[in-house]
């Protein structure tokens, strides 16, 4: 029997998926299908647009479940504005009980479309489940703070968000370290940890080795995951932390800004923090250290 597992395909356009409580939400997923050495984008019409793609490819994956406090960083963000009912869903990390580093696509879209961008945060164990674990925060316009770079492209596709309150605390919910100052390491060849979120609502995650920045033909803005050893990830959010094991314990590298169909065996692509050192303490009151 064949089997068949569906996937959104979108390129900067919005997937709606209806909850059972009636909300919509919308996706903003970064798909790149490979086609002549060229990127191919769906018409801004895609909205609903949903593709079966066989499971033809032995590296893709749906990742592995997360465990109760395996990753107390972890946020899930979602994005609303006061012109449409649907909720845009993100991801990001915890850096400091106050805020939230993750990807500016989702916020640049919704501000685009509306200046009252607001939202809320969920941060616990798993989206939408084990519910006395989570802390649910909200943030405003104000809160946001979208590199002014970004323009909606792949490069400095980054942002804060400042929580309305500060989290509490726990086994569960963590805030995570950047690279320090003097830190210069690439991290190729180590083994990076990303997040995702199956439809179904529980939380999933995958390793991948880090490729070299020639391998990946990319600037020193970007770093890599290789598909090849680890797997294609089925399951990736925009603005996921991708996430190293150092002798001092886990440090956040980069956030999640381009994503491929697992039908492919693409990198992918995510903001380097250490680029953006400058630009995060100004925009949190995260402070490195040297």
């Known amino acids: 029997m064949q089997i068949y597992k569906a996937v959104v395909i979108v390129f900067l356009c919005e997937i709606g998926i209806i909850l059972s409580n009636g909300e919509e939400l919308q996706l903003p997923l970064d798909i790149e299908e490979e086609s002549n050495e060229e990127l191919h984008r769906p018409k801004k019409n895609c909205t609903n647009q949903v593709r079966l793609i066989s499971e033809s490819n032995n590296l893709s994956t749906e990742g592995y479940e997360v465990y109760p406090g395996q990753f107390p ?14 909720t845009t869903l993100t991801s990001g990390s915890l850096i400091t009980p106050n805020y939230i580093l993750t990807c500016a696509q989702g916020l640049h879209m919704n501000i685009e479309k509306h200046e009252n961008t607001y939202g809320f945060v969920e941060l616990g164990y798993r989206y939408r489940a ?7 925060i909200d943030f405003t316009r104000s809160g946001i703070n ?7 492209g792949l490069l400095n596709n980054i942002a804060t968000i400042r929580l309305e309150h500060p989290v509490t605390l726990n086994r569960y919910v963590q805030s995570i370290r950047l ?8 991290f190729e060849m180590m083994e990076g940890t990303s997040l995702g979120l199956e439809y179904n609502g ?5 390793r991948n080795q880090i490729m070299s920045t020639n391998d990946c033909h990319t600037n020193t ?25 150092d002798e001092s314990g886990p440090i956040l590298i980069g956030v ?4 491929s169909w697992c039908s492919v065996n693409n990198p992918i692509w995510y903001m380097r923090l250490s680029h953006f050192r400058d630009w995060i303490e100004n925009s949190s009151n995260y402070v490195f250290d040297f």
């Open 73 to 86: 960083y972890h946020a899930v963000v979602n994005i609303k504005n006061d012109r449409e009912a649907s």
């Open 256 to 259: 999640t800004s381009s994503i």
């Open 202 to 206: 529980t939380m999933r995650y995958l």
């Open 179 to 186: 690279p320090r100052l003097s830190d210069t390491r690439t």
């Open 221 to 245: 803005q970007i770093i890599c995951t290789n598909a090849y050893i680890g797997g294609a990830f089925c399951n990736r959010l925009y603005g996921a932390g991708l996430v190293v094991e």
């Open 146 to 152: 979208i590199h002014p770079q970004f323009t909606g």
């Open 130 to 136: 084990d519910q006395e674990r989570q802390q649910v």
